[in-house]
């Protein structure tokens, strides 16, 4: 048995029951899309929340917060007269739920996977790449006609291990424009060195200083950093910038520069809500605090990026996504959706 809860439990009220749900093989991949039944009639367009699962969940888990926001859109958006629609669609990270190969490979170095590092990066990583594909051949699944709705805008929200993945979705996909990140990290070296010291790998422990030969070991392999250096927001966008086991090296102006021209070029227009737990133990907000802060910086420094970034921390949360979170995430949500339709009148 695993020894990591669902962050999502407690998440639905009973307030918001559920919405219409039918699921699709796409790809070979089984997508259930949320909402459908619901679209105003006359809606020309329509936006997709992608929504993805935690470690060890399957896409069944999405379902309350899937039916929270679209019930508080649809309400919010009859009340302002709004033609806009909007959908949400969950499906089973890989080696997860209907795509279940082998357990051990979902838990972690305590639970007796050697892999840990390794099997969680490309699962989410897969993951999104995984949404891309749905992404590309979703609308003709589930509209069929000339005068079907469009699906203009996307955006994606996910819980630890999906939030990992939303922020590889928000980094590399174009066609995805709004990220809620739950308790997820975006730099997955100074998490899993913190998480090898927790679990007192001999790796991390036999050198002096301790963790000083962890990374490009066994249990964090040459090949992991290289991917990382192409996927991670830290390892990509700041990379050797960030000390997992003592000081960070300041940036230059040159490595600065490169990170805004980078941030320019794949979040440009983008935004960005990070929900955190003060008291997280298990992806610690310390983890991702300083690529955050560097993020701040560079959007301090040159507001033309147009990044819109909002970095909330819950005291006394730890690694759960509970109502004030999905509260907060789904406000964010409907207010993002407002000012899109508002800017389609103009």
């Not at 949400?88 to 996977?113: C, I, M, P, T, Y």
């Not at 990066?121 to 609308?139: I, K, R, V």
């Not at 962890?214 to 992991?224: H, T, Y």
């Not at 991702?288 to 147009?306: I, Q, R």
Request: contains cysteine.
């Amino acid at each position: 048995m695993s020894a990591t809860p669902n962050p999502l439990q407690g998440t639905h009220s009973a307030s918001d029951p559920s919405v219409s749900a039918q699921t699709f093989t796409i790809a070979g991949i089984l997508a259930t899309v949320y909402g459908l039944s619901e679209l105003p009639p006359s809606a020309p367009s329509v936006s997709c929340l992608w929504l993805l699962h935690p470690r060890l969940q399957t896409k069944e888990t999405m379902a309350p917060i899937a039916s929270q926001v679209i019930r508080a859109w649809n309400r919010r958006a009859q009340w302002g007269r709004s033609a806009k629609g909007l959908i949400a669609v969950s499906f089973d990270q890989r080696n997860h739920g209907s795509r279940l190969v082998d357990k051990l490979h979902n838990e972690a170095w305590r639970q007796g996977n050697p892999r840990h590092a390794q099997d969680m990066f490309s699962c989410y990583h897969g993951t999104a790449t995984d949404m891309s594909q749905l992404l590309d051949h979703l609308e003709s699944y589930i509209f069929h006609s000339l005068t079907s709705p469009t699906i203009t805008q996307n955006l994606v929200l996910g819980i630890s291990l999906g939030g990992h993945a939303s922020w590889h979705c928000i980094l590399s996909e174009p066609r995805i424009t709004a990220a809620v990140v739950g308790i997820g990290c975006p730099d997955y070296t100074r998490l899993m060195t913190d998480r090898a010291r927790l679990s007192k790998l001999d790796t991390y422990t036999s050198s002096t200083p301790p963790g000083s030969t962890f990374l490009g070991s066994p249990d964090f392999p040459p090949a992991l950093l290289s991917a990382i250096a192409q996927y991670d927001p830290a390892g990509l966008l700041l990379p050797n910038q960030f000390n997992p086991t003592g000081p960070d090296p300041k940036p230059s102006k040159a490595e600065f520069d490169r990170f805004k021209l980078l941030l320019r070029e794949r979040l440009h227009g983008k935004h960005i809500l990070n929900l955190s737990g003060r008291d997280d133990k298990l992806v610690p907000y310390a983890a991702g605090e300083p690529f955050l802060k560097a993020l701040k910086e560079a959007l301090k420094e040159d507001p033309s990026l147009s990044i819109e970034f909002e970095d909330v921390l819950f005291d006394g949360v730890g690694h759960a996504f509970p109502p004030s979170m999905a509260e907060k995430a789904t406000a964010w949500i409907c207010d993002l959706l407002a000012k899109d339709e508002a800017r389609s009148k103009i």
